[in-house]
């Protein structure tokens, strides 16, 4: 993105296609909706993930801090299209995978295929 002199962020749509579902919010500058959606999901997986996860689960671990963000790729611009932002509406769509116990065996793989197993689990329990 960055050659030389500072480009402003409407150079991106000119560049590659990219599918990243908050690439429009991002490109036009509107930080504050790209915040307040983030911290939103951030604070419904706090809710739903975070808060009662033992200390031994892979949630807690980069591998499931890097799922969540896949999951949040995934809602994002759902999220956007309904104009619904809110920290509830993230909970409404993760809270099937609150039960979910990351501290368990199969999930202590700390590598890109245990993101893979978190990421899927996660997905099974709230896309069915």
Same mark, same amino acid.
């Given at each position: 993105?960055?050659?030389?002199?500072?480009? !402003? @962020?409407?150079?991106?749509?000119?560049?590659?296609?990219?599918?990243? !579902?908050?690439?429009? %919010?991002? &490109?036009?500058?509107?930080?504050?909706? =790209?915040?307040? *959606? &983030? =911290?939103?999901?951030?604070?419904?997986?706090? /809710?739903?993930?975070?808060?009662?996860?033992? @200390?031994?689960?892979? +949630?807690?671990?980069? &591998?499931?801090?890097?799922?969540?963000?896949? %999951? =949040? @790729?995934? #809602?994002?611009?759902?999220?956007?299209?309904? @104009?619904? *932002?809110?920290?509830?509406?993230?909970?409404?769509? #993760?809270?099937?995978?609150?039960? &979910?116990?990351?501290?368990?065996?199969?999930?202590?793989?700390?590598?890109?295929?245990?993101?893979?197993? +978190?990421?899927?689990?996660? /997905?099974?329990? *709230?896309?069915?």
């Amino acid at each position: 993105m960055r050659k030389g002199d500072a480009s !402003p @962020r409407q150079v991106l749509k000119d560049g590659p296609r990219d599918k990243s !579902p908050l690439r429009e %919010i991002y &490109i036009s500058g509107n930080d504050v909706l =790209l915040f307040q *959606i &983030i =911290l939103n999901y951030l604070k419904a997986c706090d /809710e739903v993930f975070w808060k009662g996860a033992e @200390r031994d689960s892979y +949630i807690l671990k980069t &591998i499931g801090v890097q799922a969540v963000f896949d %999951i =949040l @790729r995934q #809602l994002a611009g759902q999220a956007y299209a309904d @104009r619904n *932002i809110s920290e509830e509406y993230f909970v409404s769509k #993760l809270k099937g995978a609150q039960d &979910i116990d990351f501290s368990e065996d199969c999930f202590k793989n700390p590598s890109g295929s245990g993101r893979t197993v +978190i990421r899927k689990a996660i /997905e099974a329990a *709230i896309f069915g």
